[in-house]
C-alpha cells in the first residue's frame, strides 16, 4: 500500500532472514507509526509438526473500511502442496489495561488478544496489526514451499510472499515437565454454579484449554486435586469427579509427563497443624497424612491418572511461615507418604530459607542459584522453576542451560488463564488480568506471549533433538562422533550468554533465535545423514 491510499504498512515480519529485530518486544499500541517501511515477506522454516508465526501491521491515515486476508497453498516439491487452510490469520484487539498489578489510578491502551476475523475494521489513525501462523502438516515432504498471502484494503490490494522450507525430520518431545499455572480449566469456571457449566458446555471447553496448552509445546498441566472430604470409617474420602475427568482428557490427548497440584489436605499454615488435625480427626498428624495419601494412591493408580506432584503451600517462606514449620510439614508429609512426591513452592533466593531444602521432594524456585542446585544435589532432592517469565528465551534455551548446569527438570509459570470475569475488561478485580489465553464460547483467545511461548517450547525441542541426535551419532564412529562434538559446542556457544542467575536477562531477540534455530536444523540434518 502506498501512503497516497491513506496507508502505511509497519512491517513487522517475524519471518526469518531479512527481519525487524524489535518484533517480539515491540508493543503495537493504537498510534503507533514506526518508520520501518521496507518490503513485507514471509520466510519461514520448521520441521513436520512444528508452528511458525509472523505479523503484519497497518497504520491508516484515513479510514479504510474493512480489511481482509487470503492465503494460497503453498506449492512445494514434486507437486507437493500445503493447504491455504494450514495458514491462520488474526486480528490483535487492545485492551484497556491498568498500569501496575493492582489497584492505580493509571490506564492505557494495550495490545492484548489474538482474534480470529474474516473482515476487520481500520479506522484513520488505529494501528492495526495481525498475525499469521501456520501449522506444518504431520506428513509434509521435505523441501522448499512457497504462496502468498493478499491482503485487501481501501479499494487496492497488497501481495505479501511466502516461502517455507520443511526439514527432513520431526522434532523429538522435550523430556522435561513445561506447563502452566491455572491450565486446568477454562477462565473462571471453577466456581459457577452447576446450571451455567452446563450451558457453557463446561467439559468441552476443558478439553480445549488442555488441547491448546498441548499445541503450544506444554508437557504437563496443573490439574484439579481431588477435594478431601475429611474421615469415614477410618477411611479418607475424597470427591474425585473433576480429577479423574480431567485426568482421562489428559491421557486421550497424549500427556504422559508429571502433573502439578496444590494439595487439598494438611498444608503448611500458620498455627499448630498437629493439633488441629488431632482435634478435626481424632489421629495424629502422620496417620492421617497415611491414611488420606494410600487412598489418594490408590484411586490414581486404579483411574489411570497421570503421575502427581503435591505442593503444600504457595511461597510459604517469602509470607512469613517459618522455617521450622515448613520442615515439620514436610517431614511429617515424607516420613508418612514415602511413596508420594511433594512439592515446596518458594523463591529460595533468600540464603536463610535453605535450611528446609534437605526435607523437601521437590524445591520449585523462582530465583534461580547455583547453591541451591549444590544444595538440592546433596539433599538427593529435585530442582524444578516457577515463575521464571512468559516469554521464549525462558520456555527454551533458559531451560536448557538450566537442565544442563543446574539439574533442574521442570518449569511451571504463572498463569495460563488467569483473568478475573470479562476478558475484554482489565478493571474488574482487585488485581489485573496477567493470563496468557482466555476462555470464549468459541475457543481460546491467546495473547502474544503465548506464542512467543510456544516458540521457545519448540527451541526446547529443537534442542532435545540435537542432543539424542548427537548421543547416537557417536555410536558410528569418530567421524560422526566429531560431528556431534561440534554441534553440541555450538549449542553450548550459545547458552554462553545465557545468565542463569538473571533471569530478567534477555540474550537473544527473537530473530537471532530464528537464526539460531536454522543453525540447530543443520546439525541435526547432518549428524542424521541429511542434508
Known amino acids: 500500500f502506498q501512503a497516497e491510499d491513506g496507508i502505511r504498512d509497519l512491517v513487522r515480519s517475524r519471518g526469518l532472514g531479512d527481519v525487524y529485530k524489535r518484533q517480539v518486544t515491540y508493543s503495537c499500541a493504537p498510534g503507533a507509526d514506526p518508520t520501518d517501511t521496507r518490503e513485507v515477506g514471509i520466510d519461514w522454516a520448521a520441521a513436520p509438526g512444528e508452528y511458525e508465526s509472523a505479523d503484519f501491521a497497518v497504520y491508516p491515515l484515513k479510514d479504510c473500511g474493512d480489511l481482509t486476508v487470503r492465503a494460497s497453498e503453498l506449492a512445494g516439491p514434486q507437486g507437493r502442496t500445503i493447504p491455504a487452510s494450514a495458514l491462520r490469520f488474526r486480528a490483535i484487539r487492545y485492551k484497556f489495561t491498568r498500569i501496575g498489578s493492582r489497584i492505580t489510578t493509571s490506564y492505557r491502551y494495550s495490545p492484548w488478544l489474538l482474534v480470529d476475523f474474516e473482515e476487520w475494521p481500520v479506522p484513520a489513525g488505529v494501528t492495526r496489526r495481525f498475525w499469521v501462523t501456520v501449522k506444518v502438516p504431520e506428513d509434509a515432504a521435505a523441501g522448499q514451499y512457497t504462496g502468498r498471502i493478499t491482503v485487501s484494503l481501501a479499494g487496492t490490494t497488497r501481495t505479501i510472499p511466502v516461502k517455507l522450507e520443511v526439514y527432513p525430520f520431526k522434532l523429538d518431545e522435550a523430556d522435561m515437565v513445561i506447563g502452566m499455572y491455572g491450565g486446568g480449566r477454562p477462565s473462571g469456571g471453577g466456581w459457577w454454579p452447576e446450571e451455567v457449566l452446563e450451558k457453557y458446555r463446561y467439559w468441552e471447553r476443558v478439553e480445549e484449554v488442555l488441547m491448546d496448552q498441548k499445541e503450544h509445546g506444554m508437557t504437563s498441566v496443573t490439574p484439579p486435586a481431588p ?305
Open 227 to 531: 477435594r478431601f472430604q475429611g474421615f469415614r470409617d477410618g477411611k479418607a474420602v475424597f470427591d474425585y469427579s473433576s480429577a479423574d475427568r480431567t485426568h482421562a482428557i489428559l491421557r486421550k490427548l497424549g500427556y504422559r509427563h508429571e502433573g502439578y497440584a496444590y494439595a487439598s489436605m494438611f498444608k503448611v499454615g500458620e498455627g499448630d497443624i498437629e493439633a488441629d488435625v488431632q482435634r478435626r480427626y481424632g489421629m495424629p498428624l502422620e496417620q492421617a497424612i497415611k491414611l488420606a495419601y494410600e487412598e489418594l494412591g490408590r484411586h490414581m493408580k486404579e483411574n489411570n491418572h497421570l503421575p502427581m506432584a503435591w505442593a503444600l503451600a504457595d511461597e510459604p517462606l517469602i509470607h512469613g511461615i517459618s522455617a521450622e514449620t515448613v520442615i515439620k510439614v514436610f517431614t511429617a508429609h515424607r516420613k508418612a507418604a514415602p511413596q508420594m512426591q511433594f512439592v515446596c513452592d518458594d523463591a529460595f533466593g533468600d540464603p536463610a530459607h535453605w535450611v528446609v531444602i534437605p526435607a523437601v521432594d521437590i524445591v520449585c524456585a523462582n530465583t534461580p542459584r547455583y547453591a541451591v542446585a549444590e544444595a538440592v544435589k546433596k539433599a538427593k532432592s529435585r530442582y524444578w522453576f516457577n515463575n521464571i517469565d512468559i516469554d521464549r528465551v525462558t520456555f527454551g534455551w533458559f531451560m536448557w542451560k538450566a537442565k544442563l548446569e543446574m539439574g533442574v527438570e521442570a518449569l511451571v509459570q504463572w498463569g495460563y488463564s488467569t483473568n478475573h470475569a470479562d476478558i475484554y475488561y482489565d478493571l474488574d478485580g482487585f488485581e489485573g488480568d496477567t493470563g496468557v489465553s482466555f476462555t470464549a464460547m468459541d475457543g481460546q483467545r491467546a495473547r502474544r506471549p503465548w506464542e512467543e511461548i510456544r516458540e521457545g517450547a519448540e527451541d526446547l525441542r529443537y534442542l532435545q533433538t540435537l542432543w539424542n541426535a548427537a548421543e547416537t551419532a557417536r555410536k558410528r564412529g569418530r567421524r560422526a562422533a566429531r560431528d556431534a562434538d561440534e554441534a553440541i559446542n555450538y549449542a553450548k556457544s550459545v547458552m554462553a550468554k545465557i545468565d542463569l542467575e538473571n533471569k530478567r536477562q534477555k540474550a537473544y531477540t527473537s530473530a537471532e533465535l530464528d537464526a539460531i534455530k536454522r543453525e540447530l536444523a543443520k546439525h541435526i540434518m547432518k549428524l542424521r545423514g541429511a542434508r
